[in-house]
């Protein structure tokens, strides 16, 4: 971390009541970890601070202790027009044709608030890594939306891999968004590599990469599909769509198409250890196989698909065909927050409800919002406590009165039990992004009264 001298510091998490590694080994009581140049360097009992090096040490006795969760799906965006009367009992379709009407006068100020409002809550909540698909390019904006992201990223200390999205279907070609926020295929590609030669960065500790991601099956034509694949792969980079998602998609597809989603994912060579789509509601049996098989991943948004009335994801059986699934809270005007906590509890509960109360566990829970996560995402040495890993770990206290009773098994009283989400502290790259519940250096309240401002401005000129 940087202290206001710009020196850089160690941290020391001593006395950790518990540590849940996330590799699959037993949890850890009693042990400390040391912190020194963005990485895990030990894991024991009495550790010392090295000498001569000026080392933080953080008291965690009272403490659980997680590897960082990694949100897989979201649109920052969205966090500006939560709860709207209009939508809040409304379908996809429906919700996506009114929004699309206030978000399509979406600036750079709005651009930049709504990242840092909604990175600020998932740091808040133990996120430590998080991608954003943002697939809406109103004409006329000003300014590098992307270098507008990763400058929120940077001030708030988050691991971010965002989704340069795209629609190039707009009304007057069959498609749900207005004319004005779709851009022509050449304008995408063209953007699409700028940002990939500026901000893609491969190192194991990136704190920067990029995801290429048109929007969806009827968004996009399946030409850009094929041409975003292509490009991905020659920079390394992943690759993103909603997928199966609603009845009206697989609708839509037919009628267009006369094929299911994920054939036509599997025609533009949409498949592979290197993609992962949002939601994979309605996904039968055989394209199962397909996933597992090409190791395609799938981000699982629980709330989000509660609060739209989509469905439910066969996660369970996803798990047991060893698809790789991540965690993510979706967009803001679904969910409608970035309490990634929160999202994994719902993630626990929503599968019993489907397959009975053993069809998904705590410590399932967990890896998958951490280290498959990481995963997905393509940040290997995330996602786990263990020596020479990234320094990304949330601490929660568990002194308090909601977790009185539930220390018997500590990790899975974080997604059982407690009223508050908030991290203690998340350290993110071996830097303190929240310390005693807060942003470190930023702001809360300011930030607040910026995003209210704002919305009600979109609000006023839809």
Known sequence: MSDSAGKTKNLLLKDCFCIATGTGKADLTGTD??????????????????????????????????PGFVNTHHHFYQTLTRALPAVQNAGLFDWLKYLYEIWKNIDAEAVEVSSLLAMGELLKTGCTCSTDHHYLYPRGFKGDLTGIQFEAARRLGLRFSPCRGSMSLGRKDGGLPPDSVVQSEAEILSDCRRVLETYHDTDELSMSRIILAPCSPFSVTLNLMREAAELARSYGARLHTHLAETRDEDDYCSKHYGKRPLALMQE???????VFYAHGIYFNDSELEILAETQTGVAHCPSSNMRLGSGIARVKEMLELKIPVGLAVDGSASNDTSDFLAEMRQALLLQRIRYGPDALTAR?????????????????????????????????????????????????????????????????????????????????????ARANSIAARLLRDQ
């Not at 498959?372 to 393509?378: N, S, V």
């Not at 308090?400 to 539930?406: D, F, I, Q, S, T």
């Open 33 to 66: 970890i040391l912190i020194r140049k963005r990485r895990i360097a030990s894991l024991g009992a009495n550790l010392k601070a090295p000498p001569g090096e000026e080392t933080r040490t953080l008291d965690c006795s009272a403490c659980l202790v997680v």
């Open 268 to 274: 533009c060579n949409f498949l592979g250890p290197d």
């Open 364 to 448: 399932e829970v967990l890896t998958m919002a951490s280290r498959q996560g990481a995963e997905l995402l393509g940040f290997p040495a995330s996602g786990r406590i263990a020596v020479n890993a990234a320094a990304d770990l949330a601490v929660f206290r568990l002194d308090g009165l909601e977790y009185a009773g539930a220390l018997a098994d500590p990790a899975a009283a974080l997604l059982f039990c407690g009223g508050s989400h908030q991290a203690a502290y998340t350290i993110v790259n071996g830097r303190l992004a929240v310390e005693e519940g807060r942003l470190t250096g930023f702001d809360e309240a300011e930030l607040a």
